[in-house]
């Protein structure tokens, strides 16, 4: 567990050490503040509850966050310890591949979520600067962050298992943003699919249809568990493969 904690510690450093945090958030802050502006119009506009929620989760540039965060958070997480030769020293090391993989895994994820965190001010935000905002239920908001917690761990353990498997920064991230456009381009899927068995299981796996159902205050347990199960398989097969380079 101390091995955990120090390349935990490790990790979270090297983020905002190197530049890597930063234009993360650079990036994510601009689309943020593209988005409030978004609802700053939709409710002048007189938007509903609904629409507030569904334009702060769901929405494109809610996706194109996504889609800018994961590569750039893993793209490093392995791909620049092979450049450098730093990761033959961290197999010889006394710690497991377990706990390297999950430690990467935790600073990527737990920098994610300070990427959201400042989300959660919008509404405040935006009752200050004079904007009428309906009643507001907290349970489809509760439900949204959740869903954007799991489908972000998702993410970033695809993003993680890319970056393990090259040794170049960029061949990761552009292998990582094929991989989610592709699972993102699925969701497309149930509207041309012919058949009812098709359309189910495209709609099991697709994270923009499971996301609406979160805006909308809908926390399906199928769902929960599709993408706890999903990560973990990821993180396992990441393991693994570390396992086996060790073993070389």
């Not at 119009?41 to 989760?57: I, K, M, P, S, Y």
Request: aromatic share 12%; proline share 4%.
């Amino acid at each position: 567990m101390n091995a955990f904690f120090a390349l935990w510690g490790r990790e979270m450093a090297a983020y905002f050490r190197t530049s890597i945090a930063y234009v993360a958030g650079t990036f994510f802050l601009a689309i943020a503040g593209f988005s409030l502006w978004i609802l700053a119009t939709h409710l002048a506009q007189g938007a509903t509850e609904g629409d507030l929620v569904r334009n702060l989760f769901g929405s494109y540039g809610y996706w194109l966050a996504m889609l800018v965060a994961t590569p750039l958070l893993t793209m490093r997480l392995f791909a620049e310890e092979r450049r450098t030769g730093t990761l033959e020293a961290l197999l010889t090391a006394p710690v497991t591949e377990t706990s390297t993989v999950l430690a990467k895994f935790a600073g990527a994820y737990a920098t994610f979520l300070l990427l959201w965190a400042p989300t959660l001010a919008y509404a405040t935000l935006l009752r200050r600067c004079g904007a009428h905002l309906p009643p507001l239920d907290w349970g489809p908001v509760a439900a949204g962050y959740l869903g954007t917690a799991l489908v972000g761990a998702f993410f970033l353990a695809v993003g993680l298992l890319c970056s393990l498997l090259t040794r170049h920064q960029a061949v990761a991230a552009m292998t990582c943003l094929a991989v989610l456009g592709l699972l993102l381009s699925g969701s497309l899927l149930p509207f041309y699919a012919h058949t009812e068995p098709l359309r189910e299981l495209v709609r099991g796996v697709s994270a923009p249809l499971h996301v609406q159902d979160f805006t909308a205050g809908i926390v399906d347990t199928r769902t929960v568990v599709w993408y706890l199960s999903a990560t973990v398989l990821l993180l396992f097969a990441s393991i693994r493969i570390l396992e086996a380079r060790r073993l070389r």
